[in-house]
């Protein structure tokens, strides 16, 4: 049974930094994508930032520039490094795993239980 991990949240002011991390327990699949989202009361779940087993990086348009998705394959961490926060960047921050075996069909998913970010003077 993998689980994830978050920790890294809390309260930051207007234009200062965090760096969030997950951390994934069990065995991980070598075919991979972990990511975080963010949640905000009353809004949907939404992508920051994924990165794949071999590197590859994807950034949601409002936080290109400002966030940085990184990985360690040998401890199965994820983190996100976030400066230049703003207000509109408070939400919850889900740690999110994808993986399948090798021609496997379909991928397996699991979530962490989240941290909450909040972005205010």
């Known amino acids: 049974q993998v689980q994830l991990v978050e920790s890294g949240g809390g309260l930051v002011q207007p234009g200062g930094s965090l760096r969030l991390s997950c951390a994934a327990s069990g065995s991980i699949f070598s075919i991979n994508i972990m990511g975080w989202y963010c949640q905000a009361p009353g809004k949907e779940r939404e992508l920051v930032a994924t990165i794949t087993d071999d590197g590859s990086t994807n950034y949601a348009t409002s936080v290109k520039g400002r966030f940085t998705i990184s990985r360690d394959n040998a401890k199965n961490t994820v983190s996100l490094q976030m400066n230049s926060l703003k207000p509109e960047d408070t939400a919850v921050y889900y740690c999110?795993?994808?993986?399948?075996?090798?021609?496997?069909?379909?991928?397996?998913?699991?979530w962490g239980q989240g941290t909450l970010v909040t972005v205010s003077s």
């Open positions: 999110n795993l994808k993986s399948r075996r090798f021609r496997s069909y379909s991928y397996s998913e699991v």
